[in-house]
């Protein structure tokens, strides 16, 4: 997991801890010194806790004009034992929220489980921002997590699978993905 790093491409539009407005200012990283681990593995210096054991995250880009941010996560989505949303809520999406970020775009490619628990958290988010036009979309989410995440109802909050399963985000620029996930959003709700 060590060789896992944040996608980088997009670091020429966007740096998170050089945002002022981001919950991750001014943070400094190692290239060198693996400190932050997933169970016993250690992970690349790149990615930013949040709080949680086993999930990490890095806010790729915000555009806070546009209202979007997309988040890529790395570990294992525990909401069971170490209540990874109330982390992921609390520290990283009200932040966002508070600076006028309505739409979420998670990137789940390193998510390798989830362990869902009650749904408090996830309504409350999507309470936040769906008076705000807002939604959270998942982006390339495992098959199996996506059906986890199904069995515990969390499709009443998230917009996931189909098209977006599909999407080579990593060709594009920010603003390409807002509009595919967003036309793909937009379908899903009409």
Known sequence: MHDLEPFYN???????SEDPRSPFFEQEYSEFEFSNQIYDHYIHPQWDSMGSQTLFIKILYADYIAGYAIIEMIGEWNDLLYNDIMFLKREIAEALIYEGIQK?????????NFHGSD????????DEITGED?????????????DEMERANLDSYFVLGGNLNELRWRAMHPDQVLEH??????????
């Open 10 to 16: 997009w670091r020429g539009l966007y740096i998170a």
């Open 104 to 112: 979420f775009i998670l990137v789940g490619e390193n998510v390798l």
């Open 119 to 126: 749904d408090s958290y996830y309504e409350e988010w999507f």
């Open 134 to 146: 807002g939604w959270i979309a998942l982006l390339n989410f495992r098959d199996h997590v996506l």
């Open 181 to 190: 996930v967003e036309s793909f959003v937009m379908r899903r709700l009409t």
